[in-house]
């Protein structure tokens, strides 16, 4: 895990204080890993560890599926997004570099 993390992304609740802070069953919880749509690391004894990103992910996912949509709708709409944010930094580092190749800026090493 890297130190640099924000808290927000750091891998440290058991499914357990998930399941309290989501009103999810444990089985609701695994049933979306299992779907993709959620990554928890695994403790060295094989624990699951969620961050406070991954319960905010599944507070959404539980509402879509409120609202109607199935796992595989919602699996679809997360990898469109993770492509558009790719894009999107994509585009940042191309325009980053040739603003240091105009202004003769080069990254340190």
Do not use: C, W
């Not at 993709?36 to 406070?52: C, H, M, N």
């Not at 990103?53 to 109607?68: F, Y």
């Amino acid at each position: 895990m890297s130190k640099d993390l924000s808290y927000k992304d750091k891998k440290v609740i058991t499914i357990g204080i998930v399941r309290d802070l989501t009103g999810l069953s444990e089985r609701q919880i695994r049933y979306y890993e299992e779907r993709k749509l959620i990554f928890p690391e695994r403790s060295p004894g094989g624990s699951r560890k969620y961050s406070f990103a991954d319960v905010e992910l599944l507070m959404d996912i539980a509402n879509k599926i409120e609202d109607g949509l199935q796992t595989h709708e919602i699996r679809k709409e997360m990898l469109r997004e993770e492509k558009k944010q790719n894009q999107e930094d994509i585009r940042r580092k191309m325009i980053q570099g040739q603003l240091n190749a105009q202004f003769g800026f080069r990254k340190r090493q």
